[in-house]
């Protein structure tokens, strides 16, 4: 059964930083590129992040770029986001989901994710 499951979410100070983590199981993850995304209150959920299938490549959004990093450790099955310098616009629920193309090809879309986590809230607020 695929599964992959976000962990890490909570509240954070501005400025402050959080890391997310997406455990997952029941596929092979070094044959995907990965994906994180995010959903704001009231707006639509928004591509943040990729990371390629061996780990070689990364690629962000303008909004996170130079404070988030993405990693992964496919013998431990796990895809990390580091965010840094949090800002309250960062305030959201944070899925990881499975890219159905190469993250260096990606145009940060949700269409090209076939799989999702259940999401964790991130909160940055003083």
């Known amino acids: 059964q695929l599964q992959l499951v976000e962990s890490g979410g909570g509240l954070v100070q501005p400025g402050g930083s959080l890391r997310l983590s997406c455990l997952t199981s029941?596929?092979?993850?070094?044959?995907?590129?990965m994906g994180w995304f995010r959903q704001a209150p009231g707006a639509e959920r928004e591509g943040v992040a990729c990371?390629?299938?061996?780990?070689?490549?990364?690629n962000f959004d303008n909004s996170v770029k130079g404070r988030f990093t993405i990693s992964r450790d496919n013998d431990r099955n796990i895809v990390d986001l580091q965010m840094s310098s949090l800002k309250p616009e960062d305030t959201a629920v944070y899925y990881c989901?499975?890219?159905?193309?190469?993250?260096?090809?990606?145009?940060?879309?949700?269409?090209?994710?076939?799989?999702w986590g259940q999401g964790t809230q991130v909160i940055v607020s003083s």
């Open positions: 989901a499975r890219l159905t193309r190469a993250c260096k090809t990606w145009d940060f879309s949700t269409l090209s994710a076939d799989y």
């Open positions: 029941g596929f092979t993850l070094d044959s995907f590129a």
């Open positions: 990371i390629s299938a061996r780990g070689r490549f990364t």
